[in-house]
Structures are given as C-alpha cells and as structure tokens.
C-alpha cells in the first residue's frame, strides 16, 4: 500500500496513528507508519520536550508527528483559577453527585497532578507547538479545524506540513485556504469532535472540494475499510481508537486496563456523540458516565474550554476507579472490531494484507 | 463493474436501484441495474397490479423487483377509520397549526384521494406480496428488517429472492437465519428507515456476519462510492435517493418538481433523522416541515403505523404546495451530490464509469 503522501512524509505506508500515547507512536512509526503524538495531556511544554526527546530515541530515525487542540478563533482564556470561576455551581454539584452515585472513589493524592487540563487552552497548545518544532516532527496535526495563520506560516518556516480537522466540504475549503496542507476528513464515525455527515458521503466531498491530500478518519480499522477511503479518494488514512487496545499503550498508562477491557467488550452501537467532553460534539465509548449526562436532571453542557476544566478532575477519578463501565474515552464506532488487546505492529501488519486482500477482491469484478 | 450477485438476479450490474416510481425503475433495469418499486403508495393491490402489468411491458423482459414495507411483528392494525381514533387530538391540531403557519393550502377535491397511506399497513403490504408474485418479479425487498417467516415462505415457493434491511450485525443474522436471502446493510447516512452505524463500519461488520450477499445502502451516488462499498465486502449497492433526481421521475409524479428543485439544493447537510415520517427513525430531507416538529411545543411522534397516518394528508398538501422549502421527502446525505435532474441511463453511465475510475486509482496503489 503505498501513495504520493507516502514520498511527501518520508513513510512506508499512508498510515497516520494518532494516539496519547509515546510508546504507541513510536511503534506506529517504527511499523512504516507515521505516529502522531496528542499533546493535550501535557499540562506544561516541559513535560512534552522531555516526551519528544524520549520519541527522537525510540523511534529509529522515523518521522513522527504531533497533534495540538487549537481552536481558531482563540476562546476564553486565563489560569485554571480563573476559569474555574466561570464554571456554573448547579455543574459542579452534578459532577460530584453523578460520582458518588456511581460509586466513584476520591484520588488518591498523589494522582491529583496527573489532570492533563490546559492542553485545551490556547496559550498552552501554543507552546506545545513552539516546544515540538525543535524537534525532528514531521506532521502538526490540529484536531479542530484550521489552526490559526500564524501558526501555520511558523510550521512552515520549520518545513513541517500542517493537518486540520473537517466535517465539512466548507470546512475543508477554508483549511486549505488558510495554508493547511493535508485536510483529515473527519466522518460521522470517528472517535472524539466529529460532524454528522459519515465517511461514505464526506471523504469524495472533500477530495473533491479541495487540491491538498485528503486522509480518511472516521470508521478506518481494516484493511478493507483502507481500501474503501483509497477508493472514495483519499491519500491516506486516519487512525485513532484503534491503537487503544495495544499492548504498548500500557507502556505510557499501566492504569489503563478498564478502558482496554472496555473497548474489547464494546459493539459499534456503544458509543454516543455528545458534548459532555469538551463542549463541542465528540463521540464517546458509552458508559454510566455517558448516561448519566442525558438523565432529565443533567445540566446542559458548558461551552470549550470551560467543560473540560469541569470533567477533567472526574476523569481523573473515572479512570483510576478502574471499572469498565464507568471510563470517559472518545473512541470512534471502529470499536466494534477490537477483539483483544495485541502489539501495534500486529495490528499493522493485519491493516496492510487487509489492504491487498481487498483489492484482489475488487479486481475480480472488472 | 460484475459480481455474482448479478448471475442470481440475472442483470448487468450489481446495481438495485429503489423508486416509488415505475418509470425510474424501468429505467434502471432497462440500464443494466435491477429497479425495485416501492409499493407504499399502493391503497390497493388492484392499482399495484395494474402499475405491475405496465411494467412488464416496459422493461423490455429485464428483472425487476418490488419493495413492501412490512414489520416482522404484527403492528395495530385496521382500517384507517379505526386507526384515526388513536391519534391523540393534540397531534392533528399541531398539525394543522403547522400547515397554517407555514402557509400550506388546502388540497383540491381531485388531489384529496392520492394519499398512499394504507400501504404501511400489514395486511395491504401482504396484499402487495400477493400481487407482486402474479408478476415475474426476481426480488421483494422489505424496507424493515425481515418479513414474516410465512412470506418469505411464500416468495421461495415462487422462486423469488427475499431481501432486508439492516442496521445492525445482529440483525442482520437474524434476518438470514429467518430465510431472508440478502442483507441490506443500511448506513447511517441512508435515507428512509436507517440506524446510528455509519456505512464504513457498518458493511463490513454485516459482511462478516452472515453468510449471504450483502448490499450496500447508505451513502451510494458514484463509482467511487460502489467501490469503496465492495471494497467493505458488499456484493453490490442498493440506491434510492439518486434516482429522485430523474426525468424519468417526472413522468410518474409531475407534480414533484419543487421536491427535485430542493433536491438539487440541498448540501450533505441538508437532512435530518427524525421519527416524524413513521414513528421510527428515518432519514428526511431537512425543511421548515422537520424543522417544525424540533420546536419546544412540537409533540413526540406516534409509534407506526400511526404516526404516517397521521402526516400522510399533511404530506400531499405540503407536496401539492409546490414549495421546496416544504418537502417532506425520505433522502439520505448523498443528495449533495446531485447538481440537476437527469434521466436514469445518465447516472448509470456515471456510476459505473466512475468505478473503473476508482479501481484504476486504486491499483497504482499496490
């Protein structure tokens, strides 16, 4: 499997993983992929410098990429302190009531520091991207539309490509327009911010709609569904819920046990689409967390950045309660296909013979 | 484009293409596809069968099949008289208020008779059946899952092939270990009757599950679209909303030219999944009607069959008004797609050009 995109990112196979994870990232790469780290559980540009240095080792000389949360019109901003102000008491009452009925213990102390909160401010992913251009990065990847023009000519000035988000043929026009140089056609299927139009109807919308390389995200976890995206247009895939069931991802987050066996346990119907994460509409895996949002009594949710200051802290709480039932994850309706949790490069390897079995399925219809 | 699909339903291409519109669906078969005719909007069998003789005639001994609406459970039934009494009175009068808000005139005498309402009700989609099997018919689709086992039973004695919508893997294995000899795998971005799994995920995950030609619905209106649907393991594609837009259509129904002129409008955006046409969620082109139904004091719809019982007349007045801001009409998001009206053999030869194309492309990728 192999595209122009491939000789543009200098990798084997137009493969893009994004996931929080460094060890899966590098695995993603090492693999012929290109991995692409989120850094938004990086609560200060330090902290994401020590990870990158450790990416620039592990990683054998293969491109990798970094994924920020950069709204384009810059949104409230301020210290946590400040912000907590903002947030409505009837929220938090909700928040701490929904835990204690769903049975969630307090943290213990000292995991109260892990909370990955202000990598959904503006200054703070201003800096993760100041921080990732002194590394080798290849990729900046914005998981919300257009990042703004200054960001975007400073990636350029470093030679780095830059990514954005759409759910929409418009969307995608403005990107590009900006001087984004790979749109991510972000279907109805994905995990996380996503747009009601599925992949079927929006990735040839967009191919069509623009002249950058389009990659196919939402609903991609086989090599068929590779084949698919290649064949309503796109130059590459976009992968992400995916590469939470790996062996490595435990590498980064021992803790992450209950959200792997939920994912394992879950269909392509368990998952929702709402705005309880962010403030803006992401689609979730399905829990008691989930459901206890759309209960009569739930308040609605607050706008970005203000409702992930809210539900951080209690998905701090949700994960280390360790039960499946209660995990707060974004994960696309891929989901359905995890079977077990394996090594990236397994999973790798399963996508690209999908890939050529697809095709030769395909050829004998001509 | 050729699979087997096409030697069991002897035709060209595996291309089944769903109208209420007998001039569309000998279209379509006469262009090397399967036109299926949905029957709906049948009060009777007696004029099924009269529009069933007009295409035998006129489909030059190409198949063709036809579409009931039939629920595996017996729903309430009875004549409309009976039925009317269950329809709470807040419901007719929000209705009437909205067709007076919106400017809606009254029908005229002659029009008044043309409601397909009764065809949502079981005993006349078995009398469709019954019909339908007097004629060579090679396929009866249900638009609801499977039909009673007895009618499948039924079909079988007369050699013809049964099909059903799904949504669901689960469902999907139901409807086979019932008899049901195809699966429709119906995407979320489907017009008509369709669940919350997007089309990428979706086909494979029904492909996989059963051990039956699975057609793909939902998101289908080009060449690159049918690839990526066989690509996900599909053995041919169901299409509907793509034939709205035909000259041919005109022919049966003149007076649905603001329903094309909306149709041409509207972006991918443009729908909306909504209980209001039957009571369960179905696609529907987004206008002032659906918009109405989403105010605060809108009621919820009823369950089927009563809630289209309840609409049909306001349908005919809102078809009749001759508005494209006040269709009421089954679409799936593909309708950004179509740019003008065309005849039938137009967009044929467009789809499957358009998939030589995409297997093209595809091939340099290996």
């Known amino acids: 499997m192999h595209t122009a995109l491939c000789e ?16 899966v990232a590098a695995a993603i790469s090492k693999a012929g992929g290109l991995g692409v780290l989120g850094c938004v559980r990086f609560n200060d540009a330090g902290e994401l410098d020590h990870v990158l240095d450790w990416m620039d080792e592990h990683t054998e000389g293969r491109p990798y990429g970094v994924d920020v949360v950069m709204p384009a019109k810059v949104p409230t901003e301020g210290t946590q302190v400040d912000l907590d102000k903002l947030i409505p008491e009837e929220h938090k009452a909700f928040v701490e009531r929904t835990l204690r009925e769903l049975g969630v213990p307090e943290l213990p102390a000292e995991a109260e520091q892990r909370a990955g909160v202000l990598g959904w401010l503006h200054s703070v992913a201003r800096s993760h991207v100041e921080v990732a251009l002194r590394h080798p990065i290849k990729l900046i990847a914005n998981a919300l539309g257009s990042p703004p023009v200054d960001v975007i000519e400073q ?29 991510v056609a972000q279907g109805y299927e994905a995990g996380g911010h996503t747009g009601e139009i599925g992949s079927m109807v929006l990735l040839p919308e967009i191919a069509e709609a623009v002249d950058a390389p389009v990659l196919a995200a939402g609903g991609i976890g086989s090599g068929r569904q590779m084949a698919a995206a290649l064949a309503l247009g796109a130059a590459g895939v976009w992968t992400g819920s995916l590469w939470l069931a790996t062996e490595e991802y435990l590498q980064t987050m021992p803790n992450s046990v ?22 803006k509409p992401a689609r979730l895996l399905k829990t008691r967390w989930t459901e206890a949002w759309t209960a009569p009594d739930a308040p609605k949710p607050l706008p970005m950045p203000l409702q ?54 395909l050829e004998k219809t001509r």
Request: charged share 20%; net charge negative; glycine share 8%.
């Open 308 to 361: 992930n200051l809210l539900v951080s802290p209690a998905h701090n709480r949700l994960h280390e309660a360790g039960d499946p039932e209660l995990v707060s994850m974004p994960a696309g309706q891929i989901i359905g296909r995890i079977d077990r949790v394996r090594p990236v490069a397994e999973i790798m390897a399963d996508l690209l013979s999908g890939y050529e079995e697809a095709l030769a399925r």
């Open 8 to 23: 543009t990112l200098g990798i084997e196979h137009p493969i893009i993983g994004f996931t929080p994870s460094e060890h």
């Open 155 to 183: 990636a350029h000035a470093h030679g780095v490509p830059v990514a954005a988000l759409a759910g929409k043929a418009e969307h995608a026009r403005r990107h590009v327009d900006n001087g984004v140089d790979f749109v």
């Open 258 to 279: 209950a959200m792997q066996t939920a994912l394992v346990r879950a269909t392509s119907s368990d998952t929702v689409r709402t705005r309880i994460y962010t403030g």
